[in-house]
């Protein structure tokens, strides 16, 4: 694993997506041996999974609703990971 | 916590020297946005954003229409004044950086820090001109 600030994705607000109806969205610190490391985040469970498009397009427009100071999300629950700023065409 | 000023003297001044008033006080802030355009950015150490947010000012205020009123707080610095530019438009979470375009003392566009990193200050620029666009020409809708 290389330095942290040479990850390209350092610094920046991401989705990190699960299958589920689970999404977190925070600024990007680092991957981990135990997940990505995301700060400043919102760990939503939006209910019902169809929501999920309407409430990260929302966050794009509107930005990050925190409600964590720092999470680790385990790998295994990622089903992707991409810049917020992406779902604003999503609207 | 506050930075050490020195840390920020030369963002602040980056700023001043484009033309921003430092309003560092609440009633400061209410006094510039109560009438015209003004553009109220908050500036940030963060170097992800605000390094591309700064240039990417300059840039939009060469721009052929532009705001009436340049304001700027310093987010962690001017503690109150930065809570009380944020409580106007609390609908929107709060970033740093960030800009946020008044008309007549009502936000009506704001742009937040995950619009800013990442990206250039030509974008940022560009964000910036169309919210003049549309709200700062002597023919835009009151």
Redesign the interface.
């Known amino acids: 694993m290389g330095k942290t600030c040479d990850d390209p994705l350092h610094g920046l607000t991401v989705v990190v997506d699960t299958p589920g109806s689970v999404v977190y969205i925070g600024r990007y610190h680092s991957e981990t041996r135990d997940g990505f490391l995301l700060m400043d985040a919102d760990v939503r469970d939006v209910g019902d999974p169809s929501a999920k498009a309407d409430y990260l397009a929302r966050s794009a427009r509107m930005g990050v609703f925190k409600n964590t100071d720092r999470v680790i999300v385990p790998r295994s629950e990622a089903a992707s990971v991409r810049r917020l700023i992406e779902y604003a065409d999503t609207q | 916590m506050r930075y050490p000023e020195e840390m920020v003297q030369p963002m602040r001044q980056e700023l001043v020297q484009m033309g921003f008033q430092e309003t560092r006080t609440p009633d400061a802030v209410k006094d510039v946005v109560a009438s015209g355009t003004t553009l109220l950015f908050i500036n940030s150490v ?3 954003a605000g390094g591309i947010a700064r240039p990417g000012l300059a840039l939009a205020l060469s721009h052929d229409a532009v705001p009436d009123h340049l304001a700027t707080t310093f987010a962690g610095m001017d503690m109150e004044a930065t809570d009380f530019v944020r409580s106007l438009y609390s ?5 740093s950086p960030q800009a946020a375009l008044f008309k007549d003392g009502k936000p009506v566009a704001v742009i ?4 800013i ?3 250039t200050p030509q974008h940022f620029a560009g964000l910036l001109t169309a919210a003049f666009d549309q709200h700062c020409r002597s023919d835009a809708p009151a």
């Not at chain 2, 609908?91 to 970033?95: I, N, V």
């Not at chain 2, 937040?112 to 619009?115: C, I, M």
């Open positions: 963060c170097g992800c609908e929107y979470p709060p970033s937040q820090r995950h619009q990193e990442g990206t």
